[in-house]
């Protein structure tokens, strides 16, 4: 018992020795209190509904919600996500997620497997501010290639942003709910084409942002660096 122990501890001690060589964040103090420790975190689902989250934006999760009783859509939760990765996301993963509830980025994301879809129901709080009571560009574009990126790594695996290109079509006010709705067109290879619209949420009235973007499958041959 004690000698697998020990063993277990010395095979821990390597893997954190390779982790940090691969990522240096792994050094960073807080960091490395969350990874490494032993206490066990419960974490949360965060793409569910919060105090922060207003009546629209409630409103069309609720709608959503509806949808996926026939199975044709499928709620993607925020840190276990079956269609992803087996393991369970650690909340440090994905910075959308690093904020206190209703300051910056409160979504949720749906998948049609059929229609190789994905939607975004999404509000952006008062942190993601750029030109005053708007959203930045920026968190914006984190946003679309969130949902792109979730609605091509379904069907494709381990991707990255290989293009993005946005126009902006009108400033989206902070706070409000937008509906970010994205498509796989076309594969070819290890190429993958979607597009994707940024809507007024309820009423999907107003054309907020319109993207394509190519997302390449990595060779598992090539290195990242
Ligand atoms: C796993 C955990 C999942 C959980 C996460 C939840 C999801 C969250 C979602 C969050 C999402 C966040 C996502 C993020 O934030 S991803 C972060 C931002 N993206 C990057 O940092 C990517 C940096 N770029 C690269 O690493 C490489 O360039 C990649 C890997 C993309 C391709 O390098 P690789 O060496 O592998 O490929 P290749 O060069 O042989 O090219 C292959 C083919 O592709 C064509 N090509 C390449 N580039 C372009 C281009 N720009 N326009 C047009 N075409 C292009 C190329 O001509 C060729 O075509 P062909 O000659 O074959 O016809």
Partial sequence: ????????????????????????????????????????????????????????????????????????????????????????????????????????????????????????????????QGVPGFLHGGAIATMIDATVGVCAAIPGGIVMTANLNINFKRPIPLCSVVVINSQLDKIEGRKLFLSCDVRSGVDEKILYSEATSLFIKLDPEKSLT
């Fill in 1 to 128: 018992m004690m000698r697998s122990c020990t063993a277990a501890l010395r095979t821990l001690r390597v893997l954190r020795c390779r982790l940090e060589g691969a990522f240096p964040a792994a050094r960073h103090p807080v960091l490395a209190r969350r990874w490494f420790s032993t206490e066990k975190v419960i974490p949360k689902d965060q793409a569910l509904p919060n105090p922060s989250w207003s009546k629209d934006l409630r409103l069309l999760f609720d709608q959503f919600m509806k949808k996926c009783e026939d199975g044709s859509w499928e709620r993607l939760p925020s840190y276990k996500n079956s269609k992803l990765v087996k393991e369970q996301l650690s909340q440090a993963q994905l910075f959308t997620r690093g904020y206190e509830d209703g300051l910056g980025f409160e979504y949720v994301m749906f998948y049609n497997d059929d229609e190789k879809r994905t939607v975004c129901l999404f509000q952006g709080g008062p942190y993601l």
